[in-house]
């Protein structure tokens, strides 16, 4: 075996979910700047959902990981410790196999097997892209307090007795593999249905729907939780704001796309720039909101993302004029082509 | 290790319309031990049909597996050929150990490998497998399934046999499951469960988190469907799929059983509902038995009995089941709910 080997991973731009987040990492480290073309189609529709008082707003209504496109095999290991006992696996072993054969390793630990926490329930997500069998090291990505992904190296055998450890009774692993086959297709019908669905704020997708609320109207939900909160005089979730900058810069860079693959008019792109950076004075102001309580900044934050639902609403029925008129003429040329 | 082992199984579940709810209540049945009637009644209330899918009537859509009620406990390995390779995993020895220390070993499998399966030889078939034991002294595995003589019940899998119908599988990665019974298991009576469900049935409803097809129907207007589909592929295509007709057996089976334990509970006090639940169940029974004449004689007029008969089981419940809930709803008030 290898003794040091260590699987390519990107940083990625969108923060709000380390799911999303190591996904990101693991295509773009894979496919470089062709990752605009698996963009293109992911993190369209949205929705925002209150079970229990437990907001979120939630930017990939289906397939955050790409599994379904066949971009990254998912595969998963959950099995009763018992049983891992008795079978004799050897984990330290099994994830250098994984990794020197292309398997990133995914899953949920203590913050504290990276010093970040002292505390036992602290969770974070974390990903195994690489090993170093000199140092007995694993190379993992993991999210901080702070939301950012650090990279860790950490004592292999350590960190396989603290999983092994957690008061749980069996052991998780979930294991990715970038599909270098894909032959990645813009699908513009699906693309087409995603932004139909998110400007009429529904979804056309078979899930579970209840208490959930799609498209432009999950951002005026979102308003009114906001506007709830200030009058409470409570924090605005940090996770929540994150998102919505996560949102608008994906619609922003898969704008850009389509007007270099001259699929709409470049002059939407400018208009998904100002959305983009109307979003980043919603964080910014939100994060100051929260530590200083004062309702004028926070009234701030309302206006801004009201302005934005409200320039998304003016240009994006137009962007899907155009993305349907390119589906038509993609069909009727496949169609001659026949 | 040892040389053999044969874990308990039910071969005459309650509820068999599928091989997963065979699998899954011959666990329960086979290793309780104990009366499992209150917990059952909570059980199997609401159903739904879809036409485009290619099981469309099901009656188990909540905890098949009763996971939630922690009735049965699982793991799994979800993993592709390759990993396992990487991994040096053998599926005999996996297996094995696993019946040892008391997991059903269950997944997917090629049956153009396993002998008396309908597929066998013929061509490949993806279909669910459980295993219950091994048996070293003639390298076999023990399973359980419905076989080509249409019946539920044990045969065996030779070793070499198992691993060629798990690494012939055209997918791209195996779903391996482990089950085991909870040994502190309890069949609590849920009557806060019977009042919602009974009442989704009731109402063609479903409030349970599921997700939501726009042509799905639910409870009462499920069987409808179902029958309309059934009168449908009856006299368009002459084939009836007796599955359907099993789990509308296996439904009213169930609903008798409830009734009667309801009543047993005090909470029922017309005698009348507990008749009706009978006869609905021996109708039932009935289609099914005319299901097998229609596959028989293909005689269009056994098929229109045999919707009839539904149509005639769906009024009497639309007529008494809503009188059944309101008097649950009464007799024990809202505290509960």
């Known amino acids: 075996m290898e003794k040091k080997c260590q699987l390519p991973f990107v940083e990625p731009e969108i923060m709000s979910n380390a799911y999303y987040a190591f996904s990101w990492g693991v295509i773009k480290g894979n496919l470089g700047d062709e990752y605009d ?32 496109q066949n971009v990254i095999l998912n595969q998963a290991l959950n099995l009763h410790k ?35 926490s002292d505390s036992q329930n602290s969770k974070t997500k974390f990903l195994v892209i690489g090993y170093d069998s000199i140092n007995e090291r694993f190379i993992i990505k993991a999210s901080n307090q702070v939301g950012c992904l650090n990279t860790y ?24 593999r970038f599909n270098n086959d894909n032959p990645l297709i813009l699908d513009l019908s699906a693309i087409v249905a995603e932004f139909s669905d998110y400007i009429n704020s529904k979804t056309s997708l078979v899930q579970y729907t209840k208490n959930k609320i799609y498209g432009f109207e999950a951002f005026e939900r979102l308003i009114e939780y906001l506007k709830e909160k200030l009058l409470l005089g409570q924090p605005f979730k940090r996770e929540l704001l994150q998102s919505v900058v996560d949102h608008k810069y994906c619609m922003w860079k898969r704008l ?25 004075s919603v964080f ?18 309302i206006e801004s993302l009201t302005n934005l639902t409200e320039k998304e609403k003016e240009y994006l029925p137009k962007v899907l004029e155009e993305l349907t008129a390119a589906k038509l003429d993609l069909t009727k040329n496949n169609h001659c082509n026949q | 290790m040892k040389q053999k082992i044969l874990l308990p199984l039910e071969y005459n579940p309650c509820v068999r319309m599928y091989q997963g709810e065979a699998f899954a209540m011959g666990m329960v049945e086979g290793n309780a031990g104990v009366d499992i009637k209150p917990w059952l009644s909570g059980k199997f209330i609401n159903c739904y049909f879809q036409e485009e899918v290619q099981n469309k009537f099901y009656i188990s859509f909540n905890d098949p597996w009763t996971l939630e009620d922690k009735i049965l406990t699982h793991q799994c390995l979800e ?37 008396q399966k ?23 595995f023990q399973s359980a399934g419905y076989l080509e003589d249409g019946h539920f019940k044990q045969y065996d899998i030779p070793y070499e046999n198992m691993v060629k119908a798990i690494e012939t599988l055209r997918t791209s ?15 609590s009576f849920n009557f806060k469960r019977i009042i919602s469900d009974l009442s989704d049935y009731i109402n063609s409803e479903n409030s349970l988190p599921h997700p939501q097809y726009n042509n799905k129907s639910y409870g009462l207007s499920a069987i409808i469907n179902l029958c309309e589909y059934l009168l449908k592929t009856t006299s368009q295509c002459g084939y009836i799929d007796l599955r359907y007709t099993r789990g509308l057996m296996d439904h009213k089976y169930i609903m008798n059983l409830r009734i009667k334990t309801l009543h047993e509970h005090n909470l029922l006090n017309n005698r009348m509902w507990l008749e009706k639940s009978k006869t609905v169940y021996d109708i039932a029974k009935k289609i099914h038995l005319l299901g097998l004449k229609f596959i028989i004689t293909k005689q269009i007029s056994i098929a229109q009995k045999l919707c009839d008969m539904i149509y005639e089981m769906v009024s009497i419940e639309k007529d008494y089941l809503p009188n059944v809930l309101i008097s649950l709803k009464s007799n024990v008030g809202d505290q509960l709910l």
């Open chain 1, 256 to 280: 850009k796309y389509f007007a270099q693959q001259q699929i709409i008019s470049r002059e939407y792109v400018a208009s998904a720039e100002i959305v983009y950076k109307l979003s980043t």
């Open chain 2, 118 to 140: 309908n597929a066998f030889q013929k061509r490949y078939f993806y279909h669910d497998f459980i295993l219950v034991g091994y048996d070293d002294t003639n390298n076999t």
């Open chain 2, 173 to 187: 990665k195996n779903y391996l499951q482990f089950w085991k019974y909870n040994s502190t298991a309890e069949f």
């Open chain 1, 153 to 176: 190296e950490v004592n292999d055998r350590e960190f396989i007795d603290r999983l092994l450890n957690l008061p749980k009774e069996n052991i998780e692993l979930k294991f990715w």
């Open chain 2, 79 to 115: 993993l592709s050929d390759e990993l396992h390779k990487i991994w040096g995993l053998d599926y005999i020895d996996l297996f094995k150990q696993m019946l040892n220390l008391g997991w059903y070993p269950s997944g997917r499998y090629n049956e153009e490998y396993i002998p």
């Open chain 1, 284 to 301: 910014s102001l939100g994060l100051e909101y929260n530590v200083i309580a004062d309702r004028s900044t926070g009234e701030k934050v």
């Open chain 1, 82 to 116: 018992e049983v891992a006992s008795a079978l004799r696996l050897d984990f330290v072993s099994m994830i250098k196999q994984c990794i020197l054969n292309g398997y990133y390793v995914f899953n949920t630990c203590p913050s504290i097997c990276f010093n970040e």
């Open chain 1, 37 to 68: 073309k698996i963009l293109s189609r992911k993190y369209i529709n949205c929705y925002f959902e209150k079970p229990f008082q437990n907001e979120k707003f939630v930017i990939a209504t289906v397939d955050a990981l790409s599994e379904k």
